[in-house]
T-cell receptor
Framework: EDQVTQSPEALRLQEGESSSLNCSYT??????LFWYRQDPGKGPEFLFT???AGEEKEKERLKATLTKKESFLHITAPKPEDSATYLC???????????FGKGTKLSVIP | NAGVTQTPKFQVLKTGQSMTLQCAQD?????MYWYRQDPGMGLRLIYY???????DKGEVPNGYNVSRLNKREFSLRLESAAPSQTSVYFC?????????????FGEGSRLTVL
């Protein structure tokens, strides 16, 4: 069964303290891995698409990377406004429908 | 630009009552989706509509029905609500099924079943 596992479940950082979030997957024949951000009380908002191992995407303080078994969301010098839950998702084998991980709740303390 | 609009935002039901969650998108997207989000479970797909006139079951379809009314609107119906259906429901749309994985989500409908 395809699985998407995110770690850690929660992460508290001081403002300016860089770190990484992990998304590991077991689906065969990866057809894309997607990162979303979700603010409290809101729907998820799309961040990045990664298609092949070695690919990287950047947006402001966020950089997403992909290997054959996992993806990392690196957060450089985070600010309090980066506090949110970050979700990764990917299509299952033989399906276009996305399976979402349970997310990492990031809190950035001023 | 409204994007994906869901109504109602909040609803409290008694066990056995029925209700319909409404969703509309103004981006001319072909595909639409209904997810539920529960603590510790993540987002799970209930039903989806790859294009106007088609609907298919997702991971957790039991107890729900859907209607793709037209290209813009996709509704989710609970015929006889159960406490296990207490959740936050999200509607989403995409240009088409399998297109980049970019889904546009509404702000959610928070349902409590007593």
């Amino acid at each position: 069964e395809d699985q998407v596992t995110q770690s850690p479940e929660a992460l508290r950082l001081q403002e300016g303290e860089s770190s990484s979030l992990n998304c590991s997957y077991t689906v065969s024949g990866l057809r894309g891995l997607f990162w979303y951000r979700q603010d409290p009380g809101k729907g998820p908002e799309f961040l990045f698409t990664l298609y092949s191992a070695g690919e990287e995407k950047e947006k402001e303080r966020l950089k997403a990377t992909l290997t054959k078994k996992e993806s990392f969301l690196h957060i450089t010098a985070p600010k309090p406004e980066d506090s949110a839950t970050y979700l990764c998702a990917l299509p299952g084998a033989g399906s276009y429908q996305l399976t979402f991980g349970k997310g990492t709740k990031l809190s950035v303390i001023p | 630009n409204a994007g994906v609009t869901q109504t109602p935002k909040f609803q409290v039901l008694k066990t056995g009552q029925s209700m319909t969650l409404q969703c509309a998108q103004d981006m001319n997207h072909n595909s639409m989706y209904w997810y539920r989000q529960d603590p510790g479970m993540g987002l799970r797909l209930i039903y989806y509509s790859a294009s106007e006139g088609t609907t298919d079951k997702g991971e957790v379809p039991n107890g729900y029905n859907v209607s793709r009314l037209n290209k813009r609107e996709f509704s989710l119906r609970l015929e006889s609500a159960a406490p296990s259906q207490t959740s936050v429901y999200f509607c989403a749309s995409s240009v088409r099924q399998g297109h980049t994985g970019e889904l546009f989500f509404g702000e959610g409908s928070r349902l409590t079943v007593l």
